[in-house]
């Protein structure tokens, strides 16, 4: 077959040679410069030099419209023999049974290899622009490399203008090198590095291209720049600066009728600012001058981030010439590089190949499948790093392709039938389980081509009104899936005329939008051979699309930290691509399609996703971690805060687990903890019988540790823990594996015996001092004891019911327990001043002699203690010298009040704290009597009783509550109903309310059996006290029938021996009418009346001086004033409200003298103000004090006896005082009532 080759390409020469050999070469590698015809001429030569070929003559392209061009144009020159050159690339297939020469796309190769692993149907293989060190080139190489191994038929050619000859001859056992000139033109090289280093290398371009435009010769202008940014920058500031000119912008994501725009005639000098695309890919005509940045964006593949990066990087010398090569094709050319020949010398002679700076999934996939044996051993061109390697693998397994020895799944087998990326394989694959298949081949074939969607920079306000019809408010992944249901209305493919209207109006790229179609059919019809499809007829939910995309991304998810800011795996800070719909949009978890860093990591492809979601489809990928493991008694088992991470991304956090079963390895953590909280401290639901013999045995005695004050009776936890532990199997860590264990076993091991717990046993006389109860006259109270110093429940804990503890004095609980008085008792007398001390030495022989003199319970014990080392030792002790305050915590009794359910209301050391208990929790109305003094109580609700008849009635009556038990008491007391002229039975909840009750009860029942003596008394009295000065006192009372009964009462109470209050017996009451007569009533009386006539008589004397004196004042001001006023009150103070108080003769004798006093001062205060105020100052606070005593809230009877005599002490001080002449009855002096004042605050403060 005879061709004709052009004379005027240089390859024509060489025809002759490189038939030559490639008749004796197997391998063959031609380095043709630019316009060498390399690419067009040698398909003819190879035909030439063996016509009878049985295959076909293959040439790989790298992209599909350089396959498209060449084929075209080879056909031209071939003519009527055109028919032999046919062309294949993606979804276009122009070839026949008379193709000889097929152009293809790399990838097409490849791709056939998957079918035909021999690529038998090939005689020749030509791989063109080697040099580009593509992913395909590469493996192409390595893979051919083995092939001719087995295909001894198989030539093969490598062709290239700028090659690494040395390289590709020496991994081709030294094949020859045919080098060829080019058809070029010289080209000068100008090196104008920058000459200010603030200025952008395109500011530089700028410059350069405005002094070309202005000082160089007419000619079209090629300027290489790495970034669409800087181009449309660039473009924008010339088409304003040399507006004569065209400036076109040349960038990969152009459409093609766009790009055409370099290749049209213009009458004005062309501006191409370009990337790297028209390096080698597309061939600018009329270039006559380049600007070469030396910078381009190249994409670098991490593969521990697994992150493609495209940072702006320095180009390689093969590149830069590359780019000088662009203008020497027409003419000669000048290319200005805009950096200095030194950094040119220093740059690496080629670009690193792509398959060192690319993920190799894809490939090592495709190696399994095709059995090309081990990627760290296959014949690279030059071999990637094995952390990319390693990576690649890893990648598979993630996605279920490969088992952990290598080998495909099949999973892995469908995959590599799939022609796109394995991330997008598994990502269908999944979707056929996940009936979701519809969809995803929609949006997995979406992301297999170039986004559809296209941006023009001079119509961005158009581009965006018309994307928005594909909104999605979550997905970006869904947003593919609008496109396509808007170009398949009702589910039917648009036809291509309207389809190309729908692309134009919309601004999508027609060309992409077919390629997405096509795409989208050949997977279909792949899985459709390989696999029985379930192709949902119901749309897919959100969630369950996006779960399924999780499937092969799931190691692309991130968490919010802030707004459009994420954390992704191993702590990686990710942007939302602010291009992206999401931005500004999604949710706090986002699942990427991919990443891309350039000035900082971006997310593209963007869509919101649930946390939850990522566990599901990569648990295996997961790293657990479990914090604060603990025993919980409601489900019987460990639980832990489980965080969930995926490559250290936390995906789940303290989520609560069952420990032991979240892993095995937990169990030996697990154990310990259930032994200790589940067993020994005995916290589960269910009741073991060895558990609760155990847990009473060790009860029994650490009760007696906490009386004894001791930790030498019990053994400490870790030997019960070993216990335990040496007698359960080593899987026993719960109470489910404790059941499993007893079904099969007996419990008998797990028995305690008293060996097993007591370190020794103490005596019975050590435990007797430590009773459990306390007796009181209300009812027993419960106690608990507690050794931890230090803590709040250390010492005597006494349970004191709400509805008892008004009838409770605080003094029986000063006595604490017998078991602790020693030590109680010995701490006081230690804490006493020196003085008194050392009279006491050896204070512990002196508190065995104290101790014996005492009994327990019996009276005040500070009291009993003073009398006793008074009684003993002669030294004289006031209470407020017992440092009853600085008592260790465990020697004063602590109170817990307890509702009539037993639940705490509140917990003190301070008994009079007790009686400030919330109100509503004191009721006892839930109490009830039992059915027969119910009947009881019933009968006496309306009886009256004149005489003595209750000996039978019981003085208290029990409560019960609604569990049976006794919660509180009734008490006996006599009431008087005056109006029925008698006295009924009435029980009191309280034994305070009785006392009072019976005390009139039985005042009154007196009256009715004295009633001669009564009236005799009532007309005497009246008589008596008829004149001014009882006159008085009769004011006070009101009716003279209510001042006679009074007096009557406390002339009664005068001539008994026994306290009314407390008469609950016939005999009781008829020794108190006894008294009455034999100490003669009348007579008594007669005296007690004259001596009350006489105070009062005094009274009044006392009352018209302190008038009289105070109008006769000499000097009238406040002074003068304020000292009658204070003599008014002093006359107050003798006479309270309460007056008369007594009949008493001492007390009538008192007032007596108290008014004796008055009358002394009041003279000597008349005559000498100044003095009286001074004096009376001296005793002010004292006033002060007894004055804040008496308005004290619930004043016990011990404290009411405290302000009664510590008035009486300074009624008596104030004589000493005013009226020294006048005898005190007690002694007395400033010293004793400071004294008497500590006391009253120890005791009632």
Same mark, same amino acid.
């Given at each position: 077959?005879?061709?004709?080759?052009?004379?005027?390409?240089?390859?024509?020469?060489?025809?002759?040679?490189?038939?030559?050999?490639?008749?004796?070469?197997?391998?063959?590698?031609?380095?043709?410069?630019?316009?060498?015809?390399?690419?067009?001429?040698?398909?003819?030569?190879?035909?030439?030099?063996?016509?009878?070929?049985?295959?076909?003559?293959?040439?790989?392209?790298?992209?599909?419209?350089?396959?498209?061009?060449?084929?075209?144009?080879?056909?031209?020159?071939?003519?009527?023999?055109?028919?032999?050159?046919?062309?294949?690339?993606?979804?276009?297939?122009?070839?026949?049974?008379?193709?000889?020469?097929?152009?293809?796309?790399?990838?097409?190769?490849?791709?056939?290899?998957?079918?035909?692993?021999?690529?038998?149907?090939?005689?020749?293989?030509?791989?063109?622009?080697?040099?580009?060190?593509?992913?395909?080139?590469?493996?192409?190489?390595?893979?051919?490399?083995?092939?001719?191994?087995?295909?001894?038929?198989?030539?093969?050619?490598?062709?290239?203008?700028?090659?690494?000859?040395?390289?590709?001859?020496?991994?081709?056992?030294?094949?020859?090198?045919?080098?060829?000139?080019?058809?070029?033109?010289?080209?000068?090289?100008?090196?104008?590095?920058?000459?200010?280093?603030?200025?952008?290398?395109?500011?530089?371009?700028?410059?350069?291209?405005?002094?070309?435009?202005?000082?160089?010769?007419?000619?079209?202008?090629?300027?290489?720049?790495?970034?669409?940014?800087?181009?449309?920058?660039?473009?924008?500031?010339?088409?304003?600066?040399?507006?004569?000119?065209?400036?076109?912008?040349?960038?990969?994501?152009?459409?093609?009728?766009?790009?055409?725009?370099?290749?049209?005639?213009?009458?004005?000098?062309?501006?191409?600012?370009?990337?790297?695309?028209?390096?080698?890919?597309?061939?600018?005509?009329?270039?006559?001058?380049?600007?070469?940045?030396?910078?381009?964006?190249?994409?670098?593949?991490?593969?521990?981030?697994?992150?493609?990066?495209?940072?702006?990087?320095?180009?390689?010398?093969?590149?830069?010439?590359?780019?000088?090569?662009?203008?020497?094709?027409?003419?000669?050319?000048?290319?200005?590089?805009?950096?200095?020949?030194?950094?040119?010398?220093?740059?690496?002679?080629?670009?690193?190949?792509?398959?060192?700076?690319?993920?190799?999934?894809?490939?090592?996939?495709?190696?399994?499948?095709?059995?090309?044996?081990?990627?760290?051993?296959?014949?690279?061109?030059?071999?990637?790093?094995?952390?990319?390697?390693?990576?690649?693998?890893?990648?598979?397994?993630?996605?279920?392709?490969?088992?952990?020895?290598?080998?495909?799944?099949?999973?892995?087998?469908?995959?590599?039938?799939?022609?796109?990326?394995?991330?997008?394989?598994?990502?269908?694959?999944?979707?056929?389980?996940?009936?979701?298949?519809?969809?995803?081949?929609?949006?997995?074939?979406?992301?297999?081509?170039?986004?559809?969607?296209?941006?023009?920079?001079?119509?961005?306000?158009?581009?965006?009104?018309?994307?928005?019809?594909?909104?999605?408010?979550?997905?970006?992944?869904?947003?593919?899936?609008?496109?396509?249901?808007?170009?398949?209305?009702?589910?039917?493919?648009?036809?291509?005329?309207?389809?190309?209207?729908?692309?134009?109006?919309?601004?999508?790229?027609?060309?992409?939008?077919?390629?997405?179609?096509?795409?989208?059919?050949?997977?279909?019809?792949?899985?459709?051979?390989?696999? *029985? =499809?379930?192709?949902?007829?119901? /749309?897919?939910? $959100?969630?369950?699309?996006?779960?399924? @995309? &999780?499937? #092969?991304? !799931?190691?692309?998810?991130?968490?919010?930290?802030?707004?459009?800011?994420?954390?992704?795996?191993?702590?990686? *800070? =990710?942007?939302?691509?602010?291009? /992206?719909?999401? $931005?500004?949009?999604?949710?706090?978890? @986002? &699942?990427? #399609?991919? !990443?891309?860093?350039?000035?900082?990591?971006?997310?593209?492809?963007?869509?919101?996703?649930?946390?939850?979601?990522?566990?599901?489809?990569?648990?295996?990928?997961?790293? $657990?971690?479990?914090?604060?493991?603990?025993?919980?008694?409601?489900?019987?088992?460990?639980?832990?805060?489980?965080?969930?991470?995926?490559?250290?991304?936390?995906?789940?956090?303290?989520?609560?687990?069952?420990?032991?079963?979240?892993?095995?390895?937990?169990?030996?953590?697990?154990?310990?903890?259930?032994?200790?909280?589940?067993?020994?401290?005995?916290?589960?639901?269910?009741?073991?019988?060895?558990?609760?013999?155990?847990?009473?045995?060790?009860?029994?005695?650490?009760?007696?540790?906490?009386?004894?004050?001791?930790?030498?009776?019990?053994?400490?936890?870790?030997?019960?823990?070993?216990?335990?532990?040496?007698?359960?199997?080593?899987?026993?860590?719960?109470?489910?594996?404790?059941?499993?264990?007893?079904?099969?076993?007996?419990?008998?091991?797990?028995?305690?015996?008293?060996?097993?717990?007591?370190?020794?046993?103490?005596?019975?006389?050590?435990?007797?001092?430590?009773?459990?109860?306390?007796?009181?006259?209300?009812?027993?109270?419960?106690?608990?004891?507690?050794?931890?110093?230090?803590?709040?429940?250390?010492?005597?804990?006494?349970?004191?019911?709400?509805?008892?503890?008004?009838?409770?004095?605080?003094?029986?609980?000063?006595?604490?327990?017998?078991?602790?008085?020693?030590?109680?008792?010995?701490?006081?007398?230690?804490?006493?001043?020196?003085?008194?001390?050392?009279?006491?030495?050896?204070?512990?022989?002196?508190?065995?002699?104290?101790?014996?003199?005492?009994?327990?319970?019996?009276?005040?014990?500070?009291?009993?203690?003073?009398?006793?080392?008074?009684?003993?030792?002669?030294?004289?002790?006031?209470?407020?010298?017992?440092?009853?305050?600085?008592?260790?915590?465990?020697?004063?009794?602590?109170?817990?009040?307890?509702?009539?359910?037993?639940?705490?209301?509140?917990?003190?050391?301070?008994?009079?704290?007790?009686?400030?208990?919330?109100?509503?929790?004191?009721?006892?109305?839930?109490?009830?009597?039992?059915?027969?003094?119910?009947?009881?109580?019933?009968?006496?609700?309306?009886?009256?009783?004149?005489?003595?008849?209750?000996?039978?009635?019981?003085?208290?009556?029990?409560?019960?509550?609604?569990?049976?038990?006794?919660?509180?008491?009734?008490?006996?007391?006599?009431?008087?109903?005056?109006?029925?002229?008698?006295?009924?039975?009435?029980?009191?909840?309280?034994?305070?309310?009785?006392?009072?009750?019976?005390?009139?009860?039985?005042?009154?029942?007196?009256?009715?059996?004295?009633?001669?003596?009564?009236?005799?008394?009532?007309?005497?009295?009246?008589?008596?006290?008829?004149?001014?000065?009882?006159?008085?006192?009769?004011?006070?009372?009101?009716?003279?029938?209510?001042?006679?009964?009074?007096?009557?009462?406390?002339?009664?109470?005068?001539?008994?021996?026994?306290?009314?209050?407390?008469?609950?017996?016939?005999?009781?009451?008829?020794?108190?009418?006894?008294?009455?007569?034999?100490?003669?009533?009348?007579?008594?009386?007669?005296?007690?009346?004259?001596?009350?006539?006489?105070?009062?008589?005094?009274?009044?004397?006392?009352?018209?001086?302190?008038?009289?004196?105070?109008?006769?004042?000499?000097?009238?001001?406040?002074?003068?004033?304020?000292?009658?006023?204070?003599?008014?009150?002093?006359?107050?103070?003798?006479?309270?409200?309460?007056?008369?108080?007594?009949?008493?003769?001492?007390?009538?004798?008192?007032?007596?003298?108290?008014?004796?006093?008055?009358?002394?001062?009041?003279?000597?205060?008349?005559?000498?103000?100044?003095?009286?105020?001074?004096?009376?100052?001296?005793?002010?606070?004292?006033?002060?004090?007894?004055?804040?005593?008496?308005?004290?809230?619930?004043?016990?009877?011990?404290?009411?006896?405290?302000?009664?005599?510590?008035?009486?002490?300074?009624?008596?001080?104030?004589?000493?005082?005013?009226?020294?002449?006048?005898?005190?009855?007690?002694?007395?002096?400033?010293?004793?009532?400071?004294?008497?004042?500590?006391?009253?605050?120890?005791?009632?403060?």
């Amino acid at each position: 077959m005879d061709f004709f080759y052009p004379p005027e390409l240089p390859i024509t020469s060489h025809r002759a040679a490189l038939i030559e050999t490639l008749k004796n070469n197997r391998v063959t590698i031609v380095a043709g410069e630019t316009g060498s015809g390399k690419t067009t001429q040698l398909p003819k030569i190879c035909l030439e030099a063996f016509p009878e070929l049985k295959g076909m003559i293959g040439c790989t392209q790298p992209r599909r419209v350089a396959a498209l061009s060449l084929s075209n144009r080879l056909q031209e020159e071939l003519g009527d023999q055109g028919s032999i050159v046919g062309c294949k690339i993606r979804f276009f297939d122009r070839t026949d049974e008379q193709t000889k020469i097929k152009f293809m796309t790399d990838g097409i190769l490849l791709a056939e290899s998957r079918n035909d692993p021999q690529l038998k149907k090939y005689s020749i293989i030509i791989i063109d622009e080697a040099h580009e060190r593509s992913l395909n080139i590469d493996f192409l190489i390595g893979y051919i490399k083995q092939l001719l191994t087995i295909r001894k038929d198989l030539r093969v050619v490598l062709t290239s203008a700028t090659i690494d000859t040395a390289l590709f001859s020496d991994h081709f056992d030294k094949a020859p090198v045919i080098h060829i000139e080019g058809k070029t033109y010289p080209v000068e090289i100008k090196y104008t590095p920058p000459s200010d280093e603030e200025s952008s290398f395109v500011d530089q371009c700028i410059e350069v291209a405005d002094y070309i435009v202005h000082h160089y010769p007419p000619g079209d202008i090629l300027i290489f720049l790495p970034t669409e940014r800087d181009i449309l920058s660039c473009c924008k500031v010339l088409e304003g600066r040399i507006n004569h000119c065209l400036t076109i912008p040349l960038y990969g994501r152009l459409q093609h009728t766009e790009q055409q725009a370099i290749f049209k005639s213009h009458h004005r000098t062309k501006i191409v600012v370009a990337t790297n695309v028209a390096e080698t890919s597309i061939t600018v005509p009329g270039i006559k001058y380049v600007i070469d940045s030396g910078r381009a964006r190249i994409s670098k593949y991490h593969p521990k981030s697994r992150i493609y990066k495209l940072p702006i990087d320095f180009i390689s010398k093969a590149s830069s010439n590359q780019r000088a090569g662009r203008c020497g094709r027409v003419a000669p050319g000048i290319c200005f590089r805009l950096y200095s020949e030194q950094d040119f010398n220093k740059r690496e002679e080629f670009s690193t190949p792509e398959i060192k700076r690319s993920n190799l999934a894809s490939v090592i996939l495709q190696m399994i499948y095709l059995k090309l044996g081990d990627p760290y051993q296959f014949p690279f061109l030059e071999p990637p790093a094995h952390g990319t390697i390693k990576e690649g693998y890893r990648t598979l397994r993630e996605l279920g392709g490969i088992t952990g020895a290598n080998q495909l799944t099949s999973t892995g087998q469908l995959m590599a039938t799939l022609p796109i990326d394995p991330v997008i394989a598994r990502i269908v694959i999944e979707a056929n389980n996940n009936n979701c298949l519809r969809e995803i081949l929609i949006i997995s074939s979406g992301l297999a081509i170039q986004d559809p969607r296209i941006t023009p920079a001079d119509k961005k306000e158009h581009y965006i009104q018309a994307h928005q019809a594909f909104f999605h408010p979550q997905s970006e992944f869904l947003v593919l899936l609008n496109i396509w249901q808007a170009v398949h209305p009702d589910q039917k493919r648009l036809s291509i005329s309207r389809l190309r209207k729908f692309c134009k109006s919309h601004f999508l790229s027609f060309q992409r939008m077919r390629e997405w179609l096509d795409l989208h059919d050949q997977l279909k019809s792949i899985l459709k051979r390989k696999i *029985e =499809i379930n192709l949902n007829s119901q /749309s897919a939910d $959100y969630d369950t699309i996006h779960k399924t @995309i &999780l499937t #092969g991304m !799931f190691s692309q998810c991130a968490k919010r930290i802030k707004k459009n800011l994420y954390q992704g795996s191993g702590n990686r *800070e =990710i942007m939302i691509f602010p291009g /992206s719909s999401q $931005y500004n949009r999604a949710g706090d978890w @986002i &699942l990427s #399609g991919s !990443f891309l860093e350039t000035s900082r990591l971006f997310a593209l492809s963007v869509a919101s996703i649930e946390p939850s979601w990522i566990e599901t489809v990569a648990k295996d990928y997961c790293t $657990y971690s479990w914090q604060n493991p603990r025993w919980h008694k409601k489900n019987g088992c460990v639980m832990a805060d489980e965080s969930v991470h995926l490559y250290g991304l936390q995906i789940i956090a303290k989520r609560v687990v069952n420990y032991p079963r979240a892993a095995k390895k937990n169990i030996t953590k697990a154990r310990p903890i259930f032994i200790r909280s589940g067993l020994v401290e005995a916290q589960t639901k269910k009741q073991y019988n060895f558990l609760t013999h155990n847990l009473s045995l060790i009860e029994q005695w650490r009760g007696a540790e906490e009386k004894l004050r001791k930790r030498n009776i019990v053994v400490d936890e870790e030997t019960i823990y070993s216990f335990y532990d040496q007698r359960l199997p080593d899987q026993v860590c719960d109470i489910k594996s404790l059941n499993r264990y007893l079904k099969k076993h007996s419990d008998n091991d797990l028995f305690l015996t008293e060996e097993d717990v007591l370190l020794r046993t103490p005596d019975d006389h050590e435990l007797i001092d430590f009773p459990s109860t306390l007796d009181t006259p209300t009812a027993p109270i419960r106690l608990e004891y507690h050794f931890e110093p230090g803590s709040d429940r250390d010492g005597v804990t006494a349970f004191i019911p709400v509805h008892i503890i008004q009838h409770l004095s605080g003094e029986i609980f000063d006595w604490l327990v017998p078991g602790l008085l020693e030590e109680k008792t010995t701490f006081l007398l230690k804490s006493l001043p020196k003085t008194q001390r050392k009279k006491l030495i050896p204070i512990s022989n002196t508190v065995a002699r104290v101790l014996d003199q005492l009994v327990n319970y019996q009276g005040n014990y500070y009291q009993k203690l003073s009398s006793a080392v008074a009684l003993l030792f002669n030294v004289s002790i006031n209470r407020s010298q017992w440092s009853i305050r600085d008592l260790p915590t465990h020697l004063k009794m602590r109170y817990c009040l307890t509702d009539h359910s037993s639940e705490i209301i509140m917990c003190t050391r301070t008994f009079s704290d007790l009686r400030r208990a919330p109100q509503e929790r004191v009721s006892t109305d839930h109490l009830k009597p039992s059915t027969a003094d119910q009947q009881l109580l019933d009968s006496l609700k309306d009886a009256i009783f004149n005489r003595w008849e209750f000996d039978h009635l019981p003085q208290v009556i029990p409560l019960y509550s609604a569990a049976n038990q006794v919660g509180g008491k009734l008490f006996f007391s006599i009431v008087p109903q005056s109006n029925k002229q008698g006295v009924s039975v009435h029980y009191c909840k309280s034994l305070e309310a009785a006392s009072h009750n019976n005390e009139k009860g039985i005042l009154y029942l007196t009256k009715l059996h004295n009633l001669g003596v009564y009236k005799q008394f009532k007309k005497e009295t009246k008589l008596a006290l008829s004149g001014p000065s009882g006159q008085w006192l009769l004011d006070r009372f009101g009716p003279h029938a209510q001042l006679t009964d009074t007096l009557f009462y406390l002339l009664v109470k005068e001539m008994t021996v026994q306290e009314l209050r407390n008469i609950t017996s016939q005999e009781q009451f008829s020794a108190t009418l006894k008294d009455i007569k034999e100490r003669g009533f009348y007579k008594t009386a007669q005296h007690t009346i004259e001596l009350l006539c006489s105070v009062l008589i005094k009274r009044t004397e006392v009352e018209q001086s302190i008038i009289k004196l105070s109008a006769q004042s000499p000097t009238k001001g406040q002074k003068n004033s304020d000292i009658y006023t204070r003599m008014d009150q002093e006359l107050t103070l003798i006479f309270p409200e309460s007056f008369p108080i007594s009949l008493s003769k001492d007390y009538l004798n008192d007032l007596l003298r108290y008014l004796k006093s008055l009358v002394i001062r009041l003279n000597r205060a008349h005559a000498n103000p100044l003095k009286d105020q001074k004096k009376h100052d001296s005793i002010d606070h004292h006033l002060q004090q007894l004055d804040s005593l008496v308005k004290m809230n619930h004043l016990s009877a011990e404290c009411a006896q405290y302000a009664q005599n510590y008035q009486q002490m300074i009624q008596e001080m104030k004589i000493s005082l005013f009226s020294p002449e006048i005898k005190t009855r007690i002694p007395v002096s400033e010293k004793k009532l400071a004294q008497y004042w500590l006391e009253i605050k120890a005791n009632c403060y």
